[in-house]
């Protein structure tokens, strides 16, 4: 066991970044980076990947930037946001060989203030989008969804809102399921102010419970995938 919590110091690091979003100011800072948020980062994910093994046997644990860290520099040729530092730190764990962001997943981010946990998939592109109308057009596996999102939200977990207004041509707005249809995404969240368990090795076992909880859904749109030809 390697992780022992989150830095104090590495949100203060966060904090200071974003009143100082440059490239320029993070490279004279990168020692700070490089101890106090990449360090403790790359035993998170190796101590986490290694426990989510538990429900997931063939789960992806890269502990690297580019693998289950996601780069800080951000990517301004398609992001709304066009500061050129990212101010939170995103990581995740995911099963399959698609790619990382169109697979199911185990996720979370932090930044200065929060930490947000997570599984599914947080956005789908139109081919996995058009493959999941698809998939739930199957009274059976939309039946098994609705009995999963029913569970965690009774659990205390939140959903994404709708994306869309209008129910698809190809759904029966009569069904009882058809609200399935109106989802960009599919995916189970819960939020944390930071606090002290953040800084604790307990934060896995916080962590661990959630995804366990979560299982089911991110079982549920791994199926998807796999048995969906996109």
């Given at each position: 066991?390697?992780?022992?919590?989150?830095?104090k110091?590495?949100?203060?690091f966060?904090?200071?970044?974003?009143q100082?979003?440059?490239?320029?100011?993070f490279?004279?800072?990168?020692y700070?980076?490089?101890?106090n948020?990449?360090?403790?980062?790359?035993?998170?994910?190796?101590?986490?990947?290694?426990?989510?093994?538990?429900?997931?046997?063939?789960?992806n644990?890269?502990p690297?930037?580019?693998?289950?860290?996601?780069?800080?520099?951000?990517d301004?040729?398609?992001?709304?946001?066009?500061?050129?530092m990212?101010?939170?730190?995103?990581?995740l764990?995911?099963?399959?060989?698609?790619?990382?962001?169109?697979?199911s997943?185990?996720?979370?981010?932090?930044?200065e203030?929060?930490?947000?946990v997570a599984?599914g998939?947080?956005?789908?592109k139109?081919p996995l989008?058009?493959a999941?109308?698809?998939?739930?057009q199957d009274?059976?596996?939309?039946?098994?969804?609705?009995?999963?999102?029913k569970?965690l939200?009774s659990k205390?977990?939140?959903?994404?809102?709708?994306?869309?207004?209008r129910v698809?041509?190809e759904?029966d707005?009569d069904?009882?399921?058809?609200?399935?249809?109106?989802f960009g995404?599919?995916?189970?969240?819960k939020?944390?102010?930071?606090?002290?368990?953040f800084?604790k090795?307990?934060?896995?076992?916080?962590?661990?419970?959630?995804?366990?909880?979560m299982?089911?859904?991110?079982c549920w749109?791994y199926d998807?995938?796999v048995?969906?030809?996109?």
């Open positions: 066991m390697q992780f022992n919590g989150f830095k110091e590495g949100i203060e966060l904090r200071e970044l974003k100082n979003n440059s490239k320029e100011w490279e004279l800072h990168r700070v980076w490089e101890k948020i990449l360090a403790p980062n790359i035993s998170f994910i190796k101590d986490m990947g290694e426990t989510l093994q538990i429900l997931v046997p063939t789960i644990a890269l690297k930037v580019g693998g289950s860290l996601f780069r800080i520099y951000r301004i040729r398609f992001s709304k946001d066009k500061t050129a990212k101010s939170k730190i995103g990581l764990f995911w099963q399959g060989r698609a790619h990382r962001m169109q697979s997943s185990f996720y979370m981010h932090y930044d203030s929060e930490y947000f599984s998939i947080r956005n789908f139109p989008l058009k999941y109308r698809r998939y739930i009274e059976k596996h939309a039946k098994n969804l609705h009995t999963i999102l569970d939200t205390g977990y939140s959903l994404p809102e709708p994306k869309y207004k698809p041509k759904f707005k069904n009882n399921f058809v609200y399935l249809s109106l995404a599919m995916f189970a969240y939020q944390f102010k930071i606090d002290d368990i800084y090795q307990e934060l896995l076992d916080r962590l661990f419970n959630i995804y366990s909880d299982s089911n859904l991110q749109v998807l995938e048995n969906s030809k996109i």
